[in-house]
């Protein structure tokens, strides 16, 4: 899930995601999801390499973008729930073989 949080002035996110006021106490209730409760959180995520190249959603799903501040290769979308895309898949083989290999030894994609 993917919550959009406030932190008040000078206050701080601990790794565990806490977040602290300047004054040393625990601040709870400023996290929010930005979707609606008949929408999910979509990730879209870039080559780290190439700033500006994030794919899109396809349009059919009906997204719109979260508008929070980002790093230059992520985006996030909040979609309807009564949507579906079929997304393609990356043939490693035939179903039997794709069996076999998670079985028996991790799977590296190819590029």
């Not at 079929?86 to 590296?108: D, E, H, K, W, Y």
């Amino acid at each position: 899930m993917f919550e959009d949080c406030l932190v008040p002035n000078d206050g701080t996110v601990e790794a565990d995601g806490t977040i602290v006021a300047p004054d040393g106490a625990v601040v709870t209730g400023t996290c929010h999801s930005p979707c609606t409760q008949d929408e999910y959180t979509l990730t879209c995520l870039g080559s780290s390499s190439l700033v500006g190249a994030i794919p899109a959603p396809d349009p059919s799903l009906g997204c719109s973008a979260i508008p929070v501040p980002t790093p230059s290769n992520v985006l996030f979308y909040c979609c309807p729930c009564n949507k579906q895309a079929i997304l393609p898949m990356r043939a490693l083989g035939s179903p039997a073989q794709n069996a076999t290999s998670r079985a028996t030894s991790p799977v590296t994609p190819t590029r």
